[in-house]
């Protein structure tokens, strides 16, 4: 069926670094590709979202790129902040009809200060 | 700014109960969808609805219905609770592309 692996699990990185985490899809008909973010005990936010036509957006200190021959997508987040640490989802889906969505498993971001 | 609302935040409930979970949005989304999230296995479809009355099942629909007989209203129906059925379940609502989550309601069966 249709998957979404996503890369790391956890990640720790220092106070200014840059952290990425990574998600491949298995179907190729996918075409819109949103990030989450939850913070502890709050309910999971879209952060940033691409789609198939775009190859990379930015969002201050933000970025998605995309690669739809590999059919894999990446955030970036540079100069990582305390504030940025929180579990973040990938996810997958075709721009028509409801949006189904199929999510990563997540990745727990820390960022040390 | 869009409001997604879920009866309650924490739920206790015996094995073999019939439990409700309800979901409202205040935004006229035509799109509404249950998961549950579990660690490590990240948010899980259970059903989704795209219209009043009009469901389809998503990954993980055993164990499990759903009811809509209002645009605003998505509920999620334990027919007989069990112990692997804890978890938090999330409700989300979604014009086309993003999707808003409500708070979550996290059930525990016993």
């Known amino acids: 069926g249709e998957n979404v692996e996503q890369h790391p699990s956890t990640l720790s990185v220092q106070e200014g670094d840059s952290a990425v985490i990574k998600c491949t899809y298995s179907d190729s008909a996918s075409n819109y590709f949103p990030w989450y973010k939850q913070e502890l005990g709050k309910r999971p936010q879209l952060i940033i979202d691409i789609r198939s036509n775009v190859g990379e957006k930015k969002d201050q200190r933000i970025a998605v790129t995309l690669n739809k021959t590999a059919k894999h997508f990446s955030l970036h987040i540079t100069e990582t902040q305390p504030e940025d640490s929180a579990v973040y989802f990938c996810a997958a889906s075709k721009a028509s009809g409801t949006y189904k969505y199929i999510f990563g498993t997540g990745t727990r971001l820390k960022v040390l200060a | 700014d869009v409001k997604v609302t879920q009866s309650s935040r924490y739920l206790v409930k015996r094995t073999g109960e019939k439990v409700f979970l309800e979901c409202v949005q205040d935004?006229?989304?035509?799109?509404m969808f249950w998961y549950r999230q579990d660690p490590g296995l990240g948010l899980r479809l259970i059903y989704f609805s795209y219209d009043v009355k009009m469901k389809e099942k998503g990954d993980i629909p055993e164990g499990y219905s759903v009811s809509r007989e209002k645009k605003e209203r998505f509920s999620l129906i334990l027919e007989s609770a069990s112990t692997n059925q804890t978890s938090m379940y999330l409700c989300?609502?979604?014009?086309?592309?993003?999707?808003?989550f409500g708070p979550g309601t996290r059930l525990t069966v016993t």
């Open positions: 989300a609502s979604s014009p086309r592309g993003e999707q808003y």
């Open positions: 935004m006229d989304h035509e799109n």
